[in-house]
């Protein structure tokens, strides 16, 4: 009778596959850690995400604000100019009346100087 058993052949694949075992194995685990370290890079990119939403969302406030702000400003350069205006013809006002209050000091000086004689 022919007996097949165990060969060097046999044994030397075996082998073989155990260390073809192993290697996949150690391959699995470096995928295990890189997938883990892929998960925390993912958990940093989130919170980073939500940094930036806030900054955006702050920085939005800030254009709105300064938005109304130069509103405000516009509206007040346009009251400054009426009152810059205003204020030039209450100047020539002023000019007029001082110029009258003059020529009344002259026509009672001459009203005076008449009732002397001196004219």
């Given at each position: 009778m022919l007996r097949i058993g165990p060969t060097?052949?046999?044994?030397?694949i075996m082998?073989?596959?155990?260390?073809?075992?192993?290697?996949?194995?150690?391959?699995v685990d470096a995928l295990h850690q890189d997938v883990g370290?892929?998960?925390?890079?993912l958990k940093d990119v989130a919170v980073a995400l939500n940094k930036l939403t806030l900054v955006e969302e702050r920085q939005s406030?800030?254009?709105?604000?300064?938005k109304r702000i130069l509103?405000?400003?516009?509206?007040m350069?346009?009251?400054?100019?009426?009152?810059e205006k205003a204020d030039v013809k209450h100047g020539q006002a002023a000019t007029w009346v001082m110029?009258?209050?003059?020529?009344?000091?002259?026509l009672l000086c001459m009203y005076v100087a008449k009732m002397l004689g001196l004219i």
């Open positions: 060097k052949l046999s044994g030397e082998e073989n596959q155990d260390a073809t075992i192993a290697v996949l194995g150690h391959k370290e892929m998960k925390s890079a406030q800030s254009n709105a604000t300064q509103e405000k400003l516009d509206a350069e346009m009251r400054i100019d009426k009152l110029n009258a209050v003059w020529g009344a000091a002259g």
